[in-house]
């Protein structure tokens, strides 16, 4: 389900989404009272990546950046359906794949975000390693 176009005004984004959105960026833990709501937010932020208008591409990989590691655990450990998780992943690796490219933009703060978010993937795919 597509809710927003590329390049359309964030006004004509659901605001059931949207509102979702407003509140990763003022708190971390609003996806443990509803872990639902972040299933249906990774997909919708992954096509809001696709922006023409570079501020929101850098609050949409802000807001990935804050939810990366929620969602890695989540699909781990969740008990949701199968389908709900894969739609999830595969849009976290569309947006792994969107960073890489953006590491090439013309834009020094779209950049900057890619390399932020992409630091952020390494350090929870990475095992610790026992002290």
Not at 53 to 72: D, E, G, H, I, P
Not at 86 to 91: D, P, Q
Not at 94 to 115: F, H
Request: contains cysteine; charged residues 25%; proline residues 3%.
């Amino acid at each position: 389900m597509l809710i927003a176009r590329v390049g359309a005004p964030l006004r004509n984004v659901d605001s059931l989404c949207w509102s979702a959105v407003e509140e990763c960026f003022g708190c971390n833990s609003w996806s443990k009272t509803d872990d639902g709501l972040l299933v249906r937010v990774i997909p919708m932020l992954s096509y809001m990546i696709e922006d023409l208008n570079s501020s929101v591409v850098k609050r949409v990989m802000t807001a990935f950046m804050q939810l990366y590691m929620m969602a890695f655990v989540y699909t781990v450990k969740s008990k949701s359906s199968p389908e709900d998780i894969k739609e999830m992943w595969k849009a976290l690796h569309e947006t792994k794949l969107r960073a890489v490219d953006m590491l090439e933009a013309e834009n020094d703060g779209i950049r900057t975000m890619a390399i932020k978010f992409i630091e952020i993937v390494i350090l929870a795919q990475t095992t610790k390693e026992p002290v």
